[in-house]
């Protein structure tokens, strides 16, 4: 079994940076794809960034691309999300995601292991 927890979420004004991290349990983490979405109120959860198990791919939703970067320390088991030129549209939960094989996915449902998600809320 897997467990994710992640941090790092809070308020920050419209244009400023907040970096997630997610820690996983697990000997795994380092074969495994992960996955970073988010779910704002009244909407659907929707994908954000991925990266595979070596961290060399990664893939961007159009709407963070250029201004959000995933990354991971596979010696910490330890997945980022650096979020750069944060806009209101950006306020949501945010779930860290994992899946049993290597390589990244944009679907929620090619995830097998999810963290109880960090609030990250851009005010104007």
């Known amino acids: 079994q897997v467990q994710l927890v992640e941090s790092g979420g809070g308020l920050v004004q419209v244009g400023g940076s907040l970096r997630l991290s997610c820690a996983a349990s697990?000997?795994?983490?380092?074969?495994?794809?992960m996955g970073w979405f988010r779910q704002a109120p009244g909407k659907e959860r929707e994908f954000v960034a991925a990266?595979?198990?070596?961290?060399?791919?990664?893939y961007y939703a159009d709407s963070v691309k250029g201004r959000f970067t995933i990354s991971r320390d596979n010696a910490k088991n330890t997945v980022y999300l650096q979020m750069n030129s944060l806009k209101p549209e950006d306020t949501a939960v945010y779930y860290c995601?994992?899946?049993?094989?290597?390589?990244?996915?944009?679907?929620?449902?090619?995830?097998?292991?999810w963290g109880q998600g960090t609030q990250v809320t851009v005010s104007s």
């Open positions: 990266i595979n198990w070596g961290g060399a791919g990664t």
């Open positions: 697990g000997r795994t983490f380092s074969s495994s794809g």
């Open positions: 995601a994992g899946r049993s094989g290597p390589h990244t996915s944009n679907r929620a449902g090619g995830y097998d292991y």
